[in-house]
C-alpha cells in the first residue's frame, strides 16, 4: 500500500459519525449519582456501549452540568420501564466535585 491510497474499509471510521450519540437532559431527582456515573429510568431500551452526554439538573441550585458516557446496562420492561446504568468518562475535576456533591445530596 502506498502512502497515497485512502483506507476503505471503514476500520478507521468515527462511530458516532452516524449521528448514533445521544444527548439527554436530565431534572433534578431524577438520577441517583454513583461512585463513577448515574441510574436514571427512562421510558426507551438504550443499548449498552450506546456514547451519551447527558445534562444533570442540580437539586440545589438548579444548574446543569453536562458529562459524556457509555451506557453499561439497561434493563427493565416496556410497561414498567428501563432501568439504566451508566459510567462517566474524561470528566474534569470540577465536574467530579460537583457530582460528589450531588451523591452526598
Known amino acids: 500500500m502506498s502512502a497515497t491510497k485512502l483506507d476503505t ?3 478507521f471510521s468515527n462511530p458516532s459519525a ?3 450519540e445521544t444527548l439527554l437532559t436530565l431534572p433534578k431527582n431524577t438520577f ?6 448515574i441510574d436514571f429510568q427512562t421510558g426507551k431500551p438504550i443499548p449498552d456501549w ?7 439538573q442540580s437539586p440545589d441550585d438548579g444548574k446543569n ?6 451506557v453499561v446496562g439497561c434493563h ?3 410497561s414498567a420501564g428501563y432501568s439504566v446504568s451508566m459510567v462517566f468518562m474524561n470528566l474534569t ?3 467530579e ?9
Open 9 to 11: 474499509s471503514g476500520v
Open 65 to 70: 452540568i453536562q458529562c459524556t458516557g457509555v
Open 97 to 105: 466535585a460537583t457530582l460528589a456533591q450531588l451523591a452526598v445530596g
Open 93 to 95: 475535576p470540577q465536574s
Open 18 to 20: 452516524d449521528g448514533s
Open 50 to 56: 450506546t456514547e451519551m452526554t447527558v445534562a444533570l
Open 76 to 78: 427493565g420492561s416496556q
Open 32 to 37: 441517583r449519582v454513583r461512585k463513577n456515573g
